[in-house]
């Protein structure tokens, strides 16, 4: 009974979570004097009540499963890698050159991928050392490596791969290496079935491998990793390869899937976040690689559905912003509050 409570308890948790987040952005609405109930409906009728709907919602899911997956893959081994943002440009600036050259249609979108992960490994490669090297913190390292991306990016968009015809975008991807559509119509492309490939192999990678369990162990415990022979210093570089191709494919995935652009706006506006809203995802699917997969959904349904909410239901769009807050914190918070207390046994420990 003990080991179906334990095996039950996170799907618990996180339904009274959403039930008190939906409580909270109602209570939100009604004090504004907008009424929630038909607010809701729009919300989840036009997110995940049609084709259309969850095709976007699926589409918006997909580079958040992939930045998830770089947060979680570092916060299993105790670390907080909080760069995939930065990552995630530099995957789409490969991404984008890569559609430069000529190759077979075939050919093309997998070596722009490839070369995306291969972007964002090294993008991630100097923090890594950092922290295996001289211990600097990853949170102060890969905050300083978003900058240096997002300026960078900038940069490469304005004048190096800048569209002669419009300055305000990068050339757009190629059609030999864009991404096949799913559902004619729609923006939801082959990228969630990369996406979600990601997720499975991470799953079968941390809990059905050598490499994998002593990634976890040394989040669990890290002096009994240590006694028992696991490097800290392999460890690190090995979570910070994986979080830099997660990131990167998540850039390349966005800019070779998108229509109708396949291209980087000026400004990154259009790839900008994802990183950031990555790390609310992989903390509500409790930074497990399988429970970022309807998660993101759910966070990309939201998003799907905020237009609508605030042009049927009359809601302001910074009141939809606020109610989504409430909800994607409320279901974060228990991971929150399972990582406050680890953290704290480590310091009783140490």
Not at 107 to 119: D, G, K
Not at 126 to 151: C, D, K, Q
Not at 230 to 253: H, I, Y
Request: glycine share 12%; aromatic share 10%.
């Amino acid at each position: 009974m003990r080991r179906l409570w334990l095996g039950i308890r996170p799907l618990a948790e996180s339904l009274l979570a959403g039930v008190i987040g939906l409580g909270g952005g109602a209570l939100i609405m009604w004090a504004w004097g907008y009424n929630p109930w038909p607010a809701y409906r729009v919300l989840f009728q036009e997110s995940f009540g049609n084709a259309y709907g969850l095709a976007s919602a699926l589409a918006n899911a997909t580079p958040l499963i992939l930045t998830a997956l770089a947060f979680a893959i570092g916060a299993r081994a105790g670390l907080f890698i909080i760069g995939a943002e930065g990552m995630m440009y530099m995957g789409a600036m490969a991404a984008v050159a890569t559609s430069l050259l000529r190759l077979p249609s075939g050919l093309h979108p997998l070596l722009s991928l490839v070369l995306a992960a291969l972007a964002g490994i090294l993008w991630g490669l100097v923090p890594a050392l950092l922290r295996a090297l001289r211990g600097v913190h990853e949170v102060i390292s890969t905050i300083m490596f978003n900058w240096l991306s997002h300026f960078l990016a900038f940069y490469l968009v304005a004048n190096v791969l800048v569209d002669p015809v419009r300055a305000e975008k990068t050339v757009s991807v190629a059609r030999t290496a864009r991404l096949p559509l799913l559902v004619r119509g729609t923006d939801l492309s082959l990228g969630i079935v990369v996406a979600a490939g990601c997720a499975l192999l991470a799953y079968l990678w941390l809990w059905h491998t050598v490499s994998g369990y002593e990634v976890r162990a040394a989040g669990a415990n890290p002096e009994a990793a240590r006694y028992a022979g696991v490097s800290p210093r392999t460890t690190v570089l090995l979570v910070f390869a994986l979080a830099g191709a997660f990131g990167g494919l998540a850039g390349a995935v966005e800019t070779m899937g998108r229509p109708p652009t396949y291209a980087v706006y000026s400004g990154l506006t259009n790839i900008a976040g994802f990183g950031f809203d990555g790390i609310g995802v992989a903390m509500i699917g409790r930074n497990h690689p399988l429970g970022i997969i309807p998660a993101a959904v759910f966070y990309g349904g939201l998003q799907a559905g905020a237009r609508l909410m605030q042009m049927w239901a009359k809601v302001p769009f910074e009141m939809v912003r606020a109610v989504q807050g409430v909800i994607v914190l409320a279901l974060a918070l228990p991971e929150l509050l399972r990582i406050f207390r680890r953290l704290r046994r480590a310091r009783r420990t140490s």
